[in-house]
Structure formats: structure tokens, C-alpha cells
């Protein structure tokens, strides 16, 4: 046995036997009883008593902020404070079960009281000064009802429920008219400038002439773009139904004649070519490996020598931000039936394999919710 492979298996042995002692220490209930107990393990037997309770209680404290957006309730409590019985009318929820909701609401810091009358809490107000996480909060009641019973989810391997329905063209590639679309189009359009903001932000995108956006949607990606970067030409391409929607949302934000719609699917049709940038904005984790890669494949071909693919979406494996990735997208992208979240390194492997000759990870300014990979041609 060479001297790495041996150093790597003592290694493991030593963190196996680590882990199991403290696991064992950890579940032992006499244990537990002397850290709540000891002055010096106080505040650590606390902090993760309060961290399991979260575990267990996690779909409540969901269901109340949806319940908060489904009322209109941080709504009404953006224009000021007010009094309990006058949101109970507002909100159409008798006053008890008005009061049982704010009281609920204040301990996720949602709201807050002020005397005899309620305000906006610190999350309530950073929540409605992003409309997206709001959007995704009102269609989550899709996964709840795929998650109400999440080993069957599991067994299945995936789709085929709620949200799968939502994200018609998870089940159903290509399929999709222009009514069908919309909800998931309206979704993506209003989660999107935050993304956005974040990836103008990390990368200098006025060094290009023409970008091609794929897998667009309605061109929210763009507008910001566009806004930023006076200079650029750029393009949507998606399914014909999607474009049509961008279409008319550039010619109402006077943007006509700096963008182009090129309908079609990136599963069967070619990558339009002449673009010196493309971008993917959260498209990579909607899909399954063999579809990533046959995509990163194609847009290599698309572009010319020194051209770059800049890839923005949220990741697994980010530092502080692990649950999002493997726990959250990984059962949401489940129950949609199509593709996983994937770590920086894994991506990038996959650009190597798609003949991409170098690629590298930008920082953002909050990587739980973006991060951005660009690749060069």
C-alpha cells in the first residue's frame, strides 16, 4: 500500500471512530442532562436543542409565512402600523385566529408589536422588498402536497405529483403554449433580479458584444443586462410560447431593437451561433446529467475561439449555505421530476468534459442564493 493511500485510510479510520464516539456522546440522555445542566455547556446544549426543535417544527414556521402571503397580511402592514381587529377585517380571519397568526408571525420576526398595534418584523420587511421569494412561497403549497408523504417521493424517483404539473416541461419536453407557460414564466420573472443583480455584479459583462441567454423565459435576465450594459446586443432563445412572452416584454420596456427571440428547445434544436457570451441562469439544476452535458456540448460548438459561457444559479456544497442546496433543491428538484443541485467542482468537470478549455468560480455577494461559474471557448 502506497504512503497516501495508507495516510488517507488511517485518516478515515480516525474520523470514523471520532464520529462514533461523539454520536454516541451526543444521543446519550445522561449526557444531555449534564449540558443543560454545566454553566460551560449551557449555551451550546441550548443553541442545538433550538436547532433540533427548528428541524421538527420547520413545516409549521413554512406554513406561517405562507399563511402571512396568502392573507395579504405583510401587505397591509407595509402602508404601517395597525391593530389586530382592523387586519382581521382586512384579511377577512376572525380576530382570534388574526391574533393566533401575528403572535406566530412575531416569533419568526415577521412582525412585530408596538403598543396596541402591529408593524413589519426585520425578516417580514426584507421579505417584502423581494417579490420573489414571495412568488415562491405562494406556489409552494404544490411541493407541500408532494412532500406530505416524502418516502413515496423517494421511492418513485421523482416527479410525477403537484409541482411536476407546475413545471410542465420538466415531464413534457417542448410541450407548452402560451397559457401554459405563464405561471412558471411569471414565477421565474419575479424571482429573477435579485439572481441578477448578483451575477452584473460579479462578472463584467460590457467586455462582450452580443449575448445569447438560453432558456431565458420572459427576459428578466436580460432587461438587467440591458440596463447595465447599454452597448450589448442580446438574445433569448427558448420555447416558442416563452419567447413570445419576452418578446412582448421587450417591446413594452423599449427594448426591441437591442434583443432578439429565438424559439426553440435546447434539447432538439441547435444553439444559435454568433454570440461572442452565453449565458445559463438557473437552467443547469433543472436538468438531468445526460441533458447538462449534451447542452454544454452545443453551446461549446456555438461559440467562437475565446468565447465564454457564464452559468448563475444556486449550488450545492456552498459554504454556509449547505441546507440549501442538497436539502431544499434537492426534494424540490425531485418532486419537479427533472435534474439536482450540483456543486461548483461538479460543474466544472462537466465543462471540462463538454471541451471547455478553462473555467473558474466568481464570488457573489450572497452565494445561498447565486453562484456563478464562467467557462471560456
Known amino acids: 500500500m502506497s504512503k497516501p493511500v495508507l495516510r488517507k485510510s488511517l485518516l478515515l479510520s480516525a474520523r470514523t471512530s471520532w464520529l462514533a464516539w461523539r454520536n454516541g456522546l451526543l444521543g446519550s440522555p445522561r449526557f444531555q442532562r449534564f449540558a443543560a445542566r454545566c454553566w460551560l455547556t449551557r449555551p451550546i446544549a441550548r443553541s442545538r436543542a433550538r436547532g433540533l426543535f427548528d428541524l421538527v417544527a ?5 406554513q406561517t409565512l405562507a399563511a402571512c402571503i396568502a392573507t395579504g397580511l405583510l401587505d397591509r402592514l407595509g402602508g404601517g402600523p395597525q391593530t389586530c381587529d382592523a387586519l382581521a377585517a382586512q384579511i377577512d380571519v376572525p380576530p382570534e385566529g388574526t391574533l393566533r397568526l401575528l403572535r406566530a408571525a412575531a416569533a419568526l420576526r415577521l412582525v412585530e408589536r408596538l403598543g396596541d398595534a ?46 411536476a404539473g407546475y413545471w410542465g416541461y420538466a415531464e413534457a ?50 432587461e438587467s443586462v440591458a440596463a447595465r450594459v447599454p452597448t450589448l446586443e442580446l438574445a433569448v432563445f427558448d420555447l416558442p410560447a416563452v419567447g413570445e412572452r419576452a418578446r412582448a416584454r421587450f417591446a413594452a420596456a423599449g427594448l426591441g431593437e437591442r434583443t432578439s427571440i429565438h424559439g426553440g428547445s435546447f434539447r432538439s434544436d441547435p444553439v444559435p451561433q454568433g454570440y461572442d457570451l452565453i449565458t445559463l441562469v438557473r437552467v443547469l439544476h433543472d436538468h438531468d446529467d445526460s441533458v447538462v452535458l449534451a447542452l454544454l456540448r452545443a453551446i461549446r460548438a456555438a461559440l467562437p475561439p475565446g468565447g465564454r459561457l457564464l452559468i448563475a444559479e444556486p449550488m450545492a456544497q456552498t459554504p454556509g449555505a449547505e441546507p440549501a ?21 461538479e460543474i466544472r468537470a462537466m465543462l471540462h468534459t463538454a ?23
Open 325 to 345: 442546496g442538497d436539502a431544499y433543491f434537492g426534494l424540490y428538484l425531485l418532486a419537479m421530476g427533472s435534474g439536482r443541485p450540483r456543486a461548483p467542482a
Open 58 to 62: 420547520g413545516f409549521v414556521y413554512s
Open 173 to 222: 419536453p417542448g410541450a407548452g403554449d402560451a397559457e401554459s407557460v405563464a405561471p412558471y414564466s411569471r414565477l421565474m420573472a419575479a424571482s429573477q433580479p435579485l439572481v441578477a443583480a448578483q451575477t452584473l455584479d460579479a462578472y463584467y459583462f460590457a467586455r462582450h458584444l452580443r449575448m445569447l441567454d438560453i432558456g431565458g423565459g420572459e427576459g428578466g435576465f436580460v
Open 118 to 163: 402591529w408593524v413589519l418584523g426585520s425578516a417580514g420587511a426584507a421579505l417584502r422588498g423581494n417579490g420573489g421569494i414571495a412568488e415562491m412561497v405562494a406556489h409552494h403549497g404544490l411541493l407541500y402536497a408532494d412532500l406530505a408523504d416524502p418516502v413515496a417521493l423517494l421511492r418513485r424517483g421523482g416527479g410525477g405529483g403537484a409541482l
Open 355 to 377: 471541451g471547455f478549455a478553462r473555467s473558474r468560480l466568481l464570488p457573489t455577494a450572497l452565494p445561498i442564493t447565486c453562484r456563478v461559474v464562467v467557462a471560456e471557448a
